[in-house]
């Protein structure tokens, strides 16, 4: 049998070997994403592998959990374990009678929405054993791969990667795992989750409750600090958007006010209340507002939208984005010259103050713990205004926006560097 002759490993220019010279086995060149199906969290990931500059060699994986019918009571539980108990369910009650029961009337199908994902045609459910064999058979033509997790359904996946193959990958845990951070090359997450170890936390958190409490230590150099979120909203993601939304947007009576309405969580619950108060705020400075657009997210009530829906829909100066078509939120990022937004989104707060222009907030008052801990930063920083009703939307006020992903990005290429790795092109 005739054998292949062997490449030669160096480079002509410098006859190093090409190790040394970003060869293919030194160079990070690939990157598999762990998603858990929020947008929130897969955005965190993306972003971040977009500012490496890896977005076009790039595999998303999802961490599914198994839909329909008892399963919406499992979710409390690990992944592998709900994914377990589905099992013994589905042998214990393999009957029509009671699968309705137990799987729902019909099975949750596991739909892909592919917006924003760099063109990606498909998504896989995210198996360890499958990606570490396909990372260590592609290894000599495709090199490492840096993994990108997000989320808790995550954690599992991620850390096991590492451990089953350490020396072709590099593994990167966005928000706090609440588990052992030395499972990780790096692990990413906003100063506010160390809250508990502050000060005011520690005295918000019961002595009783600080042995159970993850947060028992400073992060170590392994950890990286963001202020808040990590997006895909970059510089070039903006141009783009400003151009696509240009027939749209450009023209709209300045200035343009965008107001981003989420929804109540844990951390900063509200309710119907918050709606009046920003009606009646808006209702305050439109005089001097050219024009609103207004978006909703996944997580805003009903009865909150109803009610701004009631109010503004038929307002001339109010455009109500009502979700059919293309999401206009990076053309609003591009073209607004200035936000509201309610308190409960980190994420798009994030992405709002990384543009530098106003941002007003509302609802600060409703948050508590870590995130009035990420407002006062925020705050601080001059990046943010409370939404009262006096403003004048016409003040162009500025200050240094953010750039966590472009930080996190150059620390990221400093952790390979000390390994002798780069992240090729």
């Known amino acids: 049998m005739a054998m292949r002759p062997m490449e030669p490993m160096g480079s002509a220019a410098t006859g190093a070997p090409e190790i040394f010279v970003g060869g293919s086995h030194g160079a990070v060149r690939r990157a598999v994403v762990i998603g858990n199906g929020c947008a929130g969290a897969e955005n965190q990931c993306l972003g971040l592998v977009r500012a490496l500059g890896l977005a076009d060699r790039l595999m998303l994986y999802r961490a599914i959990r198994p839909t329909g019918g008892i399963n919406k009571w499992l979710h409390f539980l690990p992944i592998s374990l709900h994914k377990l108990v589905d099992q013994v369910l589905k042998q214990m009650f393999s009957s029509d009678r009671f699968a309705a029961l137990f799987q729902g009337k019909w099975l949750g199908q596991y739909t892909v929405c592919n917006d924003q994902l760099f063109g990606l045609s498909s998504v896989l459910e995210a198996d360890t054993k499958r990606i570490v064999t396909m990372v260590n058979d592609t290894f000599e033509k495709e090199g490492l791969a840096l993994v990108v997790a997000c989320g808790r359904d995550t954690i599992s996946y991620a850390s096991l990667i590492r451990c089953l193959t350490p020396d072709n990958v590099f593994v990167i845990q966005i928000q706090h795992p609440r588990s052992r951070l030395d499972k990780f090359d790096l692990v990413v ?17 019961p002595q009783l409750l600080w042995r159970w409490i993850s947060l028992r230590e400073p992060p170590g150099p392994n950890v990286v600090l963001t202020v808040g979120a990590l997006h895909q909203a970059d510089s070039s993601a903006l141009r783009i958007a400003a151009s696509d939304w240009h027939d749209e947007l450009a023209n709209s009576p300045k200035p343009l006010v965008v107001v981003n309405i989420g929804g109540p969580t844990g951390n900063c619950n509200y309710d119907v209340g918050l709606a009046k108060q920003l009606i009646s705020s808006l209702h305050d400075v439109l005089k001097t507002c050219g024009s609103v657009r207004i978006s909703f997210s996944r997580r805003t009530p009903h009865k909150v939208s109803d009610l701004i829906l009631k109010e503004f829909s038929s307002h001339p100066k109010v455009y109500i984005w009502d979700g059919e078509g293309p999401n206009p939120h990076l053309g609003h990022l591009a073209w607004a010259d200035a936000f509201i937004i309610t308190a409960d989104s980190i994420s798009m ?31 601080e920083r001059g990046a943010v205004r409370p939404f009262t009703g006096l403003e004048d939307m016409s003040d162009n006020w500025s200050y240094p926006p953010l750039n966590d992903v472009i930080d996190v990005a150059a620390r990221v290429r400093e952790a390979l560097a000390e390994r002798g790795w780069t992240v090729g092109q």
Do not use: I, M, Q
């Not at 170890?197 to 958190?205: D, I, N, S, V, Y």
């Not at 994030?350 to 801990?373: I, L, M, Q």
């Open 349 to 379: 707060l994030s992405e709002a103050c990384s543009t530098g222009k106003p941002v007003y907030v509302v609802g600060t008052e409703h948050c508590r713990r870590k995130f009035s801990d990420f407002h006062n930063t925020l705050h």
């Open 189 to 205: 997450t906003p100063r506010h989750d160390f809250y508990a170890l502050t000060a005011r936390g520690r005295w918000e958190f």
